[in-house]
């Protein structure tokens, strides 16, 4: 009996999925690599956060600390990515 196009297409994804673990490379990031990049990841979404609240702040002493802030984000990415 011939298999309709919804199984056929269950029974590829299913041997896709077998197949696509020996077709990608094992990574070498190391636990400490894995870590600086995790925190590269937040660093840059902090900044994101803080350019945000910069274009919407008005008062100067709310803006100094915004930018003082800003300061220490990239100051951290940039050792941390040297």
Known sequence: ???GWESKAVADQI???????ASVPQSTVTPEQRER?????SLQLSKA????????????AHRQVLLN???AVEKEI???TI
């Open 49 to 60: 956060r803080l350019l945000d609240q910069l274009d919407r702040a008005k008062h100067p």
């Open 69 to 71: 802030g800003l300061q």
């Open 37 to 41: 990049q995790s925190r590269v990841s």
């Open 15 to 21: 041997e896709e999925g077998k197949q696509a673990p």
């Open 78 to 80: 940039e050792e941390l």
């Open 1 to 3: 009996m011939a298999r």
